[in-house]
C-alpha cells in the first residue's frame, strides 16, 4: 500500500532492552523524520534525514541511533531502553522542496511502554 | 530559537459554535507557518499552511492568516461539528528545502452535539 507506515504499533519492553521502531514510505521522499509525542511537551523531534546516509540530530536526540540506508527505510533504534522511553513516537516523510518545505505525511504511530 | 505557543485546551464547545485557537510563534527571518490536526488514535495530517505575511490558508471550512506583526497565525472556523474533535497543533518552519518543523504543545478540541 502506499504511504507511510510504521511497525510494530504497540510495543512493551523492559528496562535495557535494545528496542528498533521500523518506518517506511512508499513516495521516495528525500526528507525522513522520527519524533516523539509526549503529554506536555507536543511532539519533539528526535533525529531527521535529508537523504539515504544522511542523518542528522533533533531536539531530543540522546539514546536514540538512526540509520538511513535506502530512502524509503528510516529505522528509530533504542540501543538501551529507559522508562524516560515511553512515549508514542511518530515517522514523517517529506518532499522538502520548494514550496512543500514542512509538509509532512505522518505515521500511524509506535506506542512503546519500556517498564 | 524558534518557538510556538498555543492556548492550552481542552476547547470545548458545542456543536456550530465559532472556534478560535491561538498561536504565537518566535522565529527569525521569515518562517512558514502551519497548522496541524491529529484525530483520535491517529498520527497529525496538515490542515493548512501560509508561507508570507498576510497569507491566508484555508481547509476543510478553517482559516489562519499569518500576522507577522503580532507573530501570529489563530486557527478559526465558523461552525464546528463533532467530528472535528482532534488535537490541532501550530507548527513553523524556515524557508524552502528546510522541512524540519517547530510545533507547539497542541489544543485538543472537543464539540458536543
Known amino acids: 500500500d502506499a504511504g507511510i507506515t510504521q511497525s510494530p504499533r504497540y510495543k512493551i519492553t523492559e528496562t535495557g532492552r535494545q528496542v528498533t521502531l521500523m518506518c517506511h514510505q512508499t513516495?521516495?521522499?528525500?526528507?525522513m523524520f522520527w519524533y516523539r509525542q509526549d503529554l506536555g511537551h507536543g511532539l519533539r523531534l528526535i533525529y531527521y534525514?535529508?537523504?539515504?546516509?544522511?542523518?542528522d540530530k533533533g531536539e531530543v536526540p540522546d539514546g536514540y541511533v538512526v540509520s538511513r540506508s535506502k530512502t524509503e527505510n528510516f529505522p528509530l533504534t533504542l540501543e538501551s531502553a529507559t522508562r524516560s522511553q515511553t512515549s508514542v513516537y511518530f515517522c514523517?516523510?517529506?518532499?522538502?522542496?520548494?514550496?512543500?518545505?514542512?509538509?509532512?505525511?505522518f505515521g500511524e504511530g509506535s506506542r512503546l511502554t519500556v517498564l | 530559537g524558534n518557538s510556538v505557543t498555543q492556548m492550552e485546551g481542552p476547547v470545548t464547545l458545542s456543536e456550530e459554535a465559532f472556534l478560535t485557537i491561538n498561536c504565537t510563534y518566535t522565529?527569525?527571518?521569515?518562517?512558514?507557518l502551519f497548522w496541524y490536526v491529529q484525530y483520535p488514535g491517529e498520527g497529525l495530517q496538515l490542515l493548512l499552511k501560509?508561507?508570507?505575511?498576510?497569507d491566508k490558508g484555508s481547509n476543510k471550512g478553517f482559516e489562519a492568516t499569518y500576522r507577522k506583526e503580532t507573530t501570529s497565525f489563530h486557527l478559526e472556523k465558523g461552525s464546528v461539528q463533532v467530528s472535528d474533535s482532534a488535537v490541532y497543533f501550530c507548527?513553523?518552519?524556515?524557508?524552502?528545502?528546510?522541512?524540519?518543523?517547530?510545533f507547539g504543545k497542541g489544543t485538543m478540541l472537543l464539540v458536543s452535539p
Open positions: 514523517a516523510s517529506s518532499d522538502g522542496s520548494g514550496g512543500h518545505a514542512g509538509e509532512l505525511f
Open positions: 513516495w521516495s521522499h528525500s526528507y
Open positions: 534525514s535529508a537523504a539515504a546516509d544522511i542523518t
Open positions: 522565529a527569525t527571518g521569515y518562517p512558514s
Open positions: 501560509a508561507t508570507k505575511a498576510d
Open positions: 507548527a513553523l518552519t524556515h524557508g524552502a528545502g528546510y522541512s524540519t518543523l517547530t
